[in-house]
Nanobody
Framework: VQLVESGGGSVQAGASLTLSCAAS????????MGWFRQAPGKECEGVAV????????YYGDSVKGRFTISRDDAKNTVYLQMDSLKPEDTAMYYC????????????????????WGKGTLVTVSS
């Protein structure tokens, strides 16, 4: 297993959660690591991307200003800090690795991803 997500849960609207994605060194190095999500009955949506080889970060329009992606290179781990959560943020969140940010935002291209995890569920109630 190359990517393992954790940190999902059930919260009230307005609350915060932090997701973690632990990667193998091979999967993590010089890659665009990111998060995408899929809500029931909806298409997959790219959430945020960070380049592990430099200072490049992108966010999906629906989460800008509320979510923050970061990384810990010593742990080969990427984080997604989610603040001011809304019911529409309810989804399964997946961590993924890709050779380009275009494969993750605005929506993921599964055939182009290097790897993705099994996902972690985030439920936000009103």
């Amino acid at each position: 297993v190359q990517l393992v997500e954790s940190g999902g849960g059930s919260v009230q609207a307005g609350a915060s959660l932090t997701l973690s994605c632990a990667a193998s060194e091979y999967t993590y190095s010089n890659k665009y690591m990111g998060w995408f999500r899929q809500a029931p009955g909806k298409e997959c949506e790219g959430v945020a991307v960070i380049y592990t080889g430099g200072n490049i970060i992108y966010y999906g329009d629906s989460v800008k200003g509320r979510f923050t992606i970061s990384r810990d290179d010593a742990k080969n781990t990427v984080y997604l800090q989610m603040d001011s959560l809304k019911p529409e943020d309810t989804a399964m969140y997946y961590c993924a690795a890709a050779s380009s940010s275009y494969y993750l935002l605005p929506k993921p291209e599964p055939n182009a991803l290097d790897a993705w995890g099994k996902g972690t569920l985030v439920t936000v109630s009103s």
